[in-house]
T-cell receptor
Framework: DVKVTQSSRYLVKRTGEKVFLECVQDMDHENMFWYRQDPGLGLRLIYFSYDVKMKEKGDIPEGYSVSREKKERFSLILESASTNQTSMYLC??????????????FGSGTQLSVL | AQTVTQSQPEMSVQEAETVTLSCTYDTSESDYYLFWYKQPPSRQMILVIRQEAYKQQNATENRFSVNFQKAAKSFSLKISDSQLGDAAMYFCAYRVTGNQFYFGTGTSLTVIP
């Protein structure tokens, strides 16, 4: 089975801190994604990457950056954490296959609280 | 804009009964795929069922089936013989060309014993 691992299940940080959320997948997937999940808003795409060192902005990239130095690892960076970034963060990965049927594989999420 | 609407924030169903979760979407693309994901309390999102837009036949996976109405841009999920383990948040999503998925706001399903 594909495994997508997020380094922390719960994280508490202070306003202004630099925060790193790590995600690792073990199935050689080309595509990796970072979503933010908030009640009543569903999942919103922050950034995605379709190859090493490649990244694309999603719907809400402001205040975030990403890094993909190796194929299996996709990091989300909050340069200066703010209270409005308190949220559940979900990492996902998928293969790049012809057609669009390929599904997303998700990690278990990181609940980030910024105080 | 690509949007997915789940108009039922919460639903409940009696164990062993049938429940339908609604989903509508808006896209100008002709080629796309539709998905239902389940997020139980463990937070691990799991794919429930998927449907190719070009297929007229509705997808089924055991107790889960969809009612896909392409002209109406509707993609509802039917859960038959509901079980306690079906209790979760359900997200409707679709994918068009490119790698991006678009998700709805979710429906929280409670199963009553």
């Amino acid at each position: 089975d594909v495994k997508v691992t997020q380094s922390s299940r719960y994280l508490v940080k202070r306003t202004g801190e630099k925060v790193f959320l790590e995600c690792v997948q073990d199935m050689d997937h080309e595509n990796m994604f970072w979503y933010r999940q908030d009640p009543g808003l569903g999942l919103r795409l922050i950034y995605f990457s379709y190859d090493v060192k490649m990244k694309e902005k999603g719907d809400i990239p402001e205040g975030y950056s990403v890094s993909r130095e190796k194929k299996e690892r996709f990091s989300l960076i909050l340069e200066s954490a703010s209270t409005n970034q308190t949220s559940m963060y979900l990492c996902a990965s998928s293969l790049s296959l012809p057609g669009l049927l390929e599904k997303l594989f998700f990690g278990s999420g990181t609940q980030l609280s910024v105080l | 804009a690509q949007t997915v609407t789940q108009s039922q924030p919460e639903m409940s169903v009696q164990e062993a009964e049938t429940v339908t979760l609604s989903c509508t979407y808006d896209t100008s693309e002709s080629d796309y795929y539709l998905f239902w994901y389940k997020q139980p309390p463990s937070r691990q999102m799991i794919l429930v069922i998927r449907q190719e837009a070009y297929k007229q036949q509705n997808a089924t996976e055991n107790r889960f089936s969809v009612n896909f109405q392409k002209a109406a841009k509707s993609f509802s999920l039917k859960i038959s013989d509901s079980q306690l383990g079906d209790a979760a948040m359900y997200f409707c999503a679709y994918r068009v060309t490119g790698n991006q998925f678009y998700f709805g706001t979710g429906t929280s399903l409670t199963v009553i014993p």
